[in-house]
C-alpha cells in the first residue's frame, strides 16, 4: 500500500499563489509518474499537470505558463507551484501516483480544497 499526504490548498484571491505537495510512502520500488487532477462539482476530473520520472512535463492548456510541477525524488514529493490564480482554478485537487512494486499501481490522494476569489 501507498499512503499520498497532501497540503497546501486554501483560499486566496485571484491573481495570488499557492503551492500544493504530496508526498507518497509505503511499498515504492520506483515511481514512474506524479501529477495533479482537479475536479469540480458536476464535473469530470481532469489533468492539471503531470510529471514522468525522466522529468518531462505536461499541462492541461489552461494552466500553461501559470502553473509549475516539480518532484523530489529524494522525498517521494510532488509540487505545484500555481501562480497568477483565476477563479476558474477553484476545484479540489488530487494528487495522483503510479508506483511500481510487483507492478504498476496507481493511488490517489484525499482531495485538497483550492478556491480562488475574485
Known amino acids: 500500500q501507498v499512503q499520498l499526504v497532501e497540503s497546501g490548498g486554501g483560499l486566496v484571491q485571484a491573481g495570488g499563489s499557492l503551492r500544493l505537495s504530496c508526498a507518497a510512502s509505503?511499498?515504492?520500488?520506483?515511481?514512474?509518474?506524479m501529477g495533479w487532477y482537479r475536479q469540480v462539482p458536476g464535473k469530470q476530473r481532469e489533468l492539471v499537470a503531470r510529471?514522468?520520472?525522466?522529468?518531462?512535463?505536461s499541462y492541461a492548456d489552461s494552466v500553461k505558463g501559470r502553473f509549475t510541477i516539480s518532484r523530489d525524488n529524494a522525498k517521494n514529493t510532488v509540487y505545484l507551484q500555481m501562480n497568477s490564480l483565476e477563479p476558474e482554478d477553484t476545484a479540489v485537487y488530487y494528487c495522483?501516483?503510479?508506483?511500481?512494486?510487483?507492478?504498476?499501481?496507481?493511488?490517489w490522494g484525499q482531495g485538497t480544497q483550492v478556491t480562488v476569489s475574485s
Open positions: 510529471i514522468r520520472s525522466g522529468s518531462n512535463t
Open positions: 495522483n501516483v503510479e508506483v511500481y512494486y510487483f507492478g504498476t499501481h496507481t493511488y
Open positions: 509505503g511499498s515504492i520500488f520506483s515511481i514512474n509518474a
